[in-house]
């Protein structure tokens, strides 16, 4: 990466696409700063800065935080960093992106394009042992004892955010949400959508790409 030069990177993908694999790969290939904006979110609040403030009342409510009330809490956040980024779950609408790009020019955008049915394979056969986290995939990784934890023997369970129904939501969500993201990045010529079923088989190409844009020294 050239000296001084700070490097401002998205990814969008839906839920179960392999986002976060990607990311961790992507923030150790190329140095890169991950940042969630969910953990800046929870950095906000923990802080209790103005915004942060604001925005837990909106989440104690169970509701959305505004796009207006977003866009103040991740300027505030962004303004303090001069290092090259990679920013995940930000932004999620048109609003946001153009408030994004307002303040922070964005280098490159990698859009992860797995088939639907693809990640309904993952996330509804996925189970886990809540106490310790440890994952399962009953085709992928089954346990030893089909429905018990490998270690401790007892009862693994569905995320609610994994059953059936939600995730069908939660996908259709995310379409109707990313496809005017996709247009605007589009038509800005800074975006590269990589389709396929595994994220081993996707992440060389999209290593190629970011190494073409940043064009390491």
């Known amino acids: 990466m050239s000296a001084g030069r700070i490097v401002r990177a998205l990814i969008l993908g839906a839920p179960g696409s392999g986002k976060g694999t990607v990311s961790k790969k992507l923030v150790n290939d190329f140095k890169l700063m991950h940042l969630a ?19 837990n009342r909106y989440i104690k409510e169970g509701s959305l935080v505004p796009d207006d009330l977003m866009v103040k809490l991740m300027d505030k956040e962004l303004a303090n960093i001069n290092h090259s980024w990679l920013l995940d779950g930000y932004p999620r609408t048109l609003l946001q992106a153009k408030a994004l790009g307002s303040t922070q020019p964005i280098d490159l955008v990698v859009n992860l394009d797995v088939p639907f049915d693809v990640i309904r394979e993952r996330l509804e056969k996925r189970w886990i042992h809540k106490p310790s986290g440890r994952v399962y995939h009953t085709e992928w990784s089954p346990p030893k004892v089909p429905g018990l934890d490998d270690e401790t023997g007892e009862e693994l369970v569905q995320r609610e955010d994994d059953k059936p129904e939600t995730v069908q939501w939660r996908l259709k969500l995310y379409d109707d949400m990313t496809k005017p993201l996709l247009e605007y990045y589009r038509g800005l010529g800074i975006i590269h959508s990589f389709t396929g079923n595994e994220t081993n088989v996707i992440y060389p190409r999209i290593k190629d790409y970011v190494r073409d844009i940043i064009k390491e020294e």
């Open 37 to 55: 904006s969910g953990d800046i979110l929870r950095n906000q609040i923990s802080a209790e800065t103005d915004v942060g403030l604001e925005a």
